[in-house]
């Protein structure tokens, strides 16, 4: 069974940082491509970052040059560093992989980006 767990959401200021990690379970982690998505309240669902198996990194363009997507493959660990954060930012983050088809989701966690 795949599994997916967020954690390192929270309250920032404007301009600060926040890490979020994604623990995955179930999966042959390092074969598996990895991403976070984002949904802020009345807004569609948004793909921040993808990471590949071969650790090739693609990013949204509303927060491209501020996050960085990371993995770890020995501790089956995805991580999101967010730098300059904005207002804008205010979301639901959620981790995301697919195995065989089927889209798995992490249970979100929330990112507040307020002074």
């Known amino acids: 069974q795949v599994r997916l767990v967020e954690s390192g959401g929270g309250l920032v200021q404007p301009g600060g940082s926040l890490r979020l990690s994604c623990a995955a379970s179930?999966?042959?982690?390092?074969?598996?491509?990895m991403r976070w998505y984002r949904q802020a309240p009345g807004k569609e669902r948004e793909l921040v970052a993808n990471?590949?198996?071969?650790?090739?990194?693609m990013y949204g363009s509303a927060v491209k040059g501020r996050f960085s997507i990371s993995r770890d493959n020995d501790k089956s660990l995805v991580s999101l560093q967010m730098n300059s954060l904005k207002p804008e930012d205010t979301a639901t983050y959620y981790c995301n992989t697919i195995s065989k088809g089927v889209p798995y989701w992490g249970q979100g966690i929330q990112v507040t980006v307020s002074s």
């Open positions: 179930g999966i042959i982690f390092s074969a598996y491509a």
């Open positions: 990471i590949g198996a071969s650790g090739a990194t």
